[in-house]
Structures are given as structure tokens and as C-alpha cells.
């Protein structure tokens, strides 16, 4: 699997997990990389699951791996990031039909960290991708986003 560093519909998501200490990290890796890809990834265990194991389960090939340390899945010919982990929550790259239909059943693109600081994902991943609430449309959303950037006409 490749990660697509050139385009630009994956800049502010690689930006935004290359800092600080995950920046030690290779770009990208096999979950059986590491001793237990579900702990010290970054990311709570429930969060893993939900990317990895149920979100990952909508998509037509294996795409999961680490992408500087971080549990994601990745479109395995477009190289474009469509999930990660993040802490205690996850995030979601949409296409555009499914941001307006995420957007009306409340999905949030804030989140507020224990710790005080705010995060807004159009600012720091890119304009099409908003935190998961859990809900079952993610499934599907996540499917329109693998095969939208798996299409031959998709111009990154």
C-alpha cells in the first residue's frame, strides 16, 4: 500500500499526523508491524475497532494500516487517506453528496479535547472531513469515499 504525498486532497491530513512525536514515525506501515496495533497507536481501542474492524468492513479490499503511527484506511489505488484514529474520537473524509447528507444529520467537524483545546477537521485535515458520531450511514460513506478515489477518472 502507498500513501499519495504529492496531491494535495492529502496534505493537511499528513501535515496534521506527522507532528510531534509521530513525526519519529514512518510514513506508513502494517497494523502487524508493531507488537498490538489496537494499544499505544494513538488512538483508545474502541477507536481502532470502530476505524479498522467496522468501517474498514464496508470497503472491498484490506485498508487498514498506520499512517505515522495512527490507525487509518487508506484507498489501495488512489494512495488518498479516508479514515483515521484521533485520541478518543475519528475522523471521516466524505464525498461532497455524502458531507451534505452527514451535515443535515448533525455531524460535527468541532470537537473540544479533554484537555481544553478545540479542533476543527475542515481547518486541520481538509475541507471534506468531519469527526464520527458512530452512526451506520458511516458505512456507506465510507464505501462512496473508497470508491470515488478509486474511480480512473478521479483527478487528485
Known amino acids: ?13 499528513l501535515q ?9 514515525n514512518i510514513l506508513i506501515a502494517s497494523p502487524h508491524s508493531v507488537a498490538d496495533p489496537y494499544q499505544g497507536q494513538g ?8 476505524v479498522w474492524d467496522e468501517l474498514g468492513a464496508s470497503l472491498p479490499i484490506e485498508c487498514r494500516c498506520l499512517v505515522y503511527g495512527t490507525p487509518a484506511l487508506v484507498q489501495d489505488r488512489s494512495g488518498v ?9 475519528y475522523n471521516l473524509r466524505l464525498t461532497a453528496k455524502d458531507l451534505l447528507e452527514a451535515s443535515a444529520k ?16 475542515t481547518a ?3 475541507t471534506d472531513w468531519i469527526f464520527g458520531g458512530w452512526s451506520k450511514d458511516e458505512e456507506q460513506w465510507c464505501h462512496d ?5 478509486g474511480s480512473a477518472n478521479q483527478a487528485l
Open 16 to 24: 496534521y499526523l506527522s507532528r510531534g512525536e509521530k513525526s519519529q
Open 81 to 89: 487517506i479516508i479514515a483515521i484514529g484521533n485520541g478518543t474520537q
Open 43 to 50: 488512538s483508545h481501542p474502541d477507536i481502532v475497532h470502530r
Open 124 to 126: 486541520d485535515l481538509g
Open 145 to 149: 469515499t473508497y470508491q470515488e478515489y
Open 106 to 121: 448533525g455531524a460535527s467537524t468541532r470537537t473540544r479535547w479533554s484537555d481544553g483545546t478545540e479542533m476543527d477537521s
Open 1 to 13: 500500500m502507498v500513501i499519495d504525498t504529492v496531491s494535495q486532497v492529502n496534505r493537511g491530513v
